[in-house]
């Protein structure tokens, strides 16, 4: 089993930053692949960004695109997400995700990630 869990939320302004953090234990691996996905208040889960292990590739939900930064740290087998330039709508419960065996058309699917955290909530306002 993998546990994850998620910190760095809080409460900003908009055009404010914020970093949240994963961190992984239990049958944690380098191989897999992590992800951040969100939820806004009645709205289902969508993906924001995920990082593969093999060759570091990323991949960004298009409203985050250029303000989003996903990274990864081996040693420790946590996750980041770099969050700058917030807006409103970045309001949500954000999650961080686990899988393995995911191939790049699956990045942005929830129900390729068998593990998750228990999210952190961002909140931006103006």
């Known amino acids: 089993q993998v546990q994850l869990v998620e910190s760095g939320g809080g409460f900003v302004q908009v055009g404010e930053s914020l970093r949240l953090s994963c961190e992984p234990s239990?049958?944690?691996?380098?191989?897999?692949?992590m992800g951040w996905f969100r939820q806004a208040p009645g709205k289902e889960r969508e993906f924001v960004a995920a990082?593969?292990?093999?060759?570091?590739?990323?991949a960004y939900a298009d409203d985050v695109k250029g303000r989003f930064t996903i990274s990864r740290e081996y040693g420790k087998n946590k996750v980041y997400l770099q969050m700058n330039s917030l807006k409103l709508g970045d309001t949500g419960v954000y999650y961080c995700?686990?899988?393995?065996?995911?191939?790049?058309?699956?990045?942005?699917?929830?129900?390729?990630?068998?593990?998750w955290g228990q999210g952190t909530q961002v909140t931006v306002s103006s």
């Open positions: 990082i593969r292990s093999t060759g570091g590739t990323t």
């Open positions: 995700a686990a899988g393995s065996g995911v191939i790049l058309s699956q990045l942005r699917a929830a129900n390729a990630y068998a593990y």
């Open positions: 239990g049958r944690t691996s380098s191989t897999y692949t």
